[in-house]
């Protein structure tokens, strides 16, 4: 399974390619928004682990994107605590799923069995 990680972090994509990189072939890392909908419409995914806050183009704006194109993308949130507005409008968006920072690998790996299960 193919998923592309977009956050503006080093230290949180190092985190969960650390996390992922036993299970999934990572196909991308994006810093931002529009390097995010570049990688998903190049490499196709099956999983788009997605921050919320990034420069340029956030990640509601690119979810709502991937998703306007590919109705059945899989695009799961990562989020701080306390951004719950901030998750209405990424499910309104389009994705599927969130994860919570500090990233527990069990959390993570169960959120992606039950997006891509559907």
Do not use: W
């Not at 990680?5 to 996390?19: N, P």
């Not at 420069?55 to 993308?73: L, Y």
Request: hydrophobic letters at 40%; glycine letters at 8%.
């Amino acid at each position: 399974m193919k998923v592309l990680i977009a956050d503006d972090s080093e230290f949180m994509r190092s985190l969960l390619r650390e996390i992922l990189a036993e299970e999934y072939a990572i196909v991308g890392e994006a810093e931002n928004g529009v390097e995010a909908v570049e990688l998903y419409n190049e490499h196709e995914p099956d999983v788009v682990m997605m921050d919320i806050v990034m420069p340029i183009r956030d990640g509601i704006e690119a979810t709502s994107e991937i998703t306007g194109d590919d109705p059945g993308a899989n695009v799961i949130m990562c989020t701080s605590v306390g951004q719950e507005q901030k998750m209405k409008s990424a499910i309104q968006a389009g994705a599927q799923g969130y994860i919570t920072k500090p990233f527990q690998k069990p959390s993570v790996l169960d959120e992606i069995e039950n997006v891509v299960a559907g």
